[in-house]
């Protein structure tokens, strides 16, 4: 399996590209799986590597999810990204690949929240959480099936599933996605494209300790760029 990777680090933060099939965040029910947290806890030396603090983890993707994550070295610089994700001032940038054709561009306002019949899923409900989410096309693959749209959405809340809800409420649910496609829909995404077609590449915030914003991005990986060339034929 793949590991994690740094990409940046200082003395106040890393940034770490997540490989798809690790767990960010230790849980009872992650004791046999790899999870970020406990990778960064054997392999590095920082101040606040301790559960106290999550490790420095200040955010999170979901396991099938690869990409951008933002792990804190100081308590000071931890409470401080917090304090930018909840006043919405992190830029996040997804790429994604979803069926059939979307808008050039588009909005997608939604309150989402836990469905009640189903605990470990979320959805689009009345009294849920606002959530709010920005998209633009870049490709279109005209193919069976409607085609497939490659997209880089811009989620202005963070909320759990949030982008794989919004793909699915407007009627494009993400390739390959178990939870929000349909399982027969995702068993034959999964004969060509291995996995969740969602990558987090890339991420703005303002630079905890020199207070000027700082920018990353993350090429799409290998299994997802492979996905997409067997679109191409």
């Given at each position: 399996?793949e590991?994690?990777?740094?990409i940046?680090q200082?003395d ?9 099939g690790?767990?960010t ?12 947290q406990s990778?960064l ?15 420095g983890?200040?955010?999170r993707?979901d396991?099938?999810?690869s990409?951008?994550l933002i792990v804190a070295?100081?308590k000071?610089?931890f409470?401080k990204?917090q304090?930018?994700f ?8 997804y790429?994604?690949?979803?069926h059939g054709?979307?808008?050039k ?7 989402v ?6 605990r ?10 606002e959530?709010?989410s920005?998209?633009?096309l870049?490709?279109f693959?005209?193919?069976d ?8 959405f ?10 794989r809800?919004?793909?699915?409420h407007i009627?494009?649910?993400i ?6 496609a349909?399982?027969k829909?995702?068993?034959?995404d999964?004969r060509?494209c291995?996995r969740l077609?969602l990558?987090?590449s890339g991420?703005k915030?303002?630079h ?5 914003e700082v920018?990353f991005k993350?090429?799409?990986?290998s299994d ?6 067997t679109?191409?034929?």
């Amino acid at each position: 399996m793949e590991e994690p990777k740094i990409i940046f680090q200082d003395d106040s933060l890393f940034v770490v590209e997540k490989p798809s099939g690790w767990i960010t965040n230790d849980a009872t029910t992650t004791k046999d799986q790899l999870t970020l947290q406990s990778w960064l806890r054997r392999n590095f030396q920082f101040s606040i590597n301790n559960l106290q603090f999550r490790n420095g983890i200040v955010h999170r993707l979901d396991k099938e999810t690869s990409g951008l994550l933002i792990v804190a070295k100081t308590k000071d610089v931890f409470e401080k990204l917090q304090a930018e994700f909840k006043s919405r001032e992190v830029q996040k940038t997804y790429t994604a690949l979803l069926h059939g054709p979307v808008d050039k561009k588009g909005r997608i306002e939604a309150t989402v929240g836990r469905l009640p019949w189903r605990r470990d899923r979320f959805g689009v409900m009345p009294g849920g959480r606002e959530s709010v989410s920005e998209y633009k096309l870049i490709k279109f693959y005209p193919g069976d099936r409607g085609g497939y749209s490659l997209v880089e959405f811009h989620p202005k809340t963070g909320r759990t599933h949030q982008i794989r809800i919004h793909a699915k409420h407007i009627g494009h649910a993400i390739v390959a996605d178990e939870f929000y496609a349909g399982r027969k829909t995702a068993r034959n995404d999964r004969r060509w494209c291995p996995r969740l077609f969602l990558h987090a590449s890339g991420i703005k915030f303002v630079h905890a300790e020199t207070g000027k914003e700082v920018e990353f991005k993350s090429e799409i990986p290998s299994d997802l760029k492979t996905a997409l060339k067997t679109l191409e034929h």
